[in-house]
Antibody, heavy 117, light 111 residues
Framework: QVQVQESGPGLVKPSETLSLTCTVS????????WSWIRQSAGKGLEWIGR???????NYNPAFKSRVTMSVDTSKNQFSLKLRSVTAADTAVYYC???????????WGQGTMVTVSS | QSALTQPPSASASPGQSVTISCTGT?????????VSWYQQHPGKAPKLMIY???KRPSGVPDRFSGSKSGNTASLTVSGLQPEDEADYYC???????????FGGGTRLTVL
């Protein structure tokens, strides 16, 4: 059974870099595309980006200048870095597997990240 | 990257059916049948309910069905049960960015 689990700091200071890791179990990270999605309090879902073995990485233009995603096949993980964060980046961040048709079929439980000094 | 448009709320009584719409631009829906629907209960991660417009992942009850006509996709839940009360989000391939885009979500209330 494939599972994904987010990890990283729950508190980040304004202007610093938010760094999260998603660990994949039950399958190889090399076999699929993977995505980061976030959800601000009381708001909807926002797709941040999609990556595949560090190739063909696609970012939401709303984040493009601040975001970097990467895949570490040796650790079976993929990661998110979001630079110059503000309070508006406070959200629950999810990692998810992308199947055909851009459907997100396996989700992590989500990790809450608060941007505050 | 524009969001897809969903009604903010929908409601129906147990046993009844309800349909939630999702309207996008032609660049989202016109070429590809890449529409998905997600169910999210409070404090939980979203769960994939429908993909590629009409397909159900294993384990999703056949009470959930999807369709698309022109620039509008729909999720229909038949034989509503109390546990169907949740937020529902549609998603579609966004084309030019080779990424997906979500609708704003619909809160389904089972009266």
């Amino acid at each position: 059974q494939v599972q994904v689990q987010e990890s990283g700091p729950g508190l980040v200071k304004p202007s610093e870099t938010l760094s999260l890791t998603c660990t994949v179990s039950g399958d190889s990270v090399s076999n699929f595309h993977w995505s980061w999605i976030r959800q601000s309090a009381g708001k909807g879902l926002e797709w941040i980006g999609r990556s595949y073995i560090d190739e063909n990485i696609n970012y939401n233009p709303a984040f493009k200048s601040r975001v970097t995603m990467s895949v570490d096949t040796s650790k079976n993980q993929f990661s998110l870095k979001l630079r110059s964060v503000t309070a508006a980046d406070t959200a629950v961040y999810y990692c998810a597997r992308v199947r055909g048709g851009f459907a997100l079929d396996i989700w992590g439980q989500g990790t809450m990240v608060t941007v505050s000094s | 990257q524009s969001a897809l448009t969903q009604p903010p709320s929908a409601s129906a009584s147990p046993g009844q059916s309800v349909t939630i719409s999702c309207t996008g631009t032609s660049s989202d829906f016109g070429v590809y049948n890449y529409v998905s629907w997600y169910q999210q209960h409070p404090g939980k991660a979203p769960k994939l309910m429908i993909y590629e417009v009409t397909k159900r992942p294993s384990g999703v009850p056949d009470r959930f069905s999807g369709s698309k006509s022109g620039n509008t996709a729909s999720l229909t839940v038949s034989g509503l049960q109390p546990e169907d009360e949740a937020d529902y989000y549609c998603s579609s391939y966004a084309g030019s960015n080779n990424l997906g885009v979500f609708g704003g979500g619909t809160r389904l209330t089972v009266l």
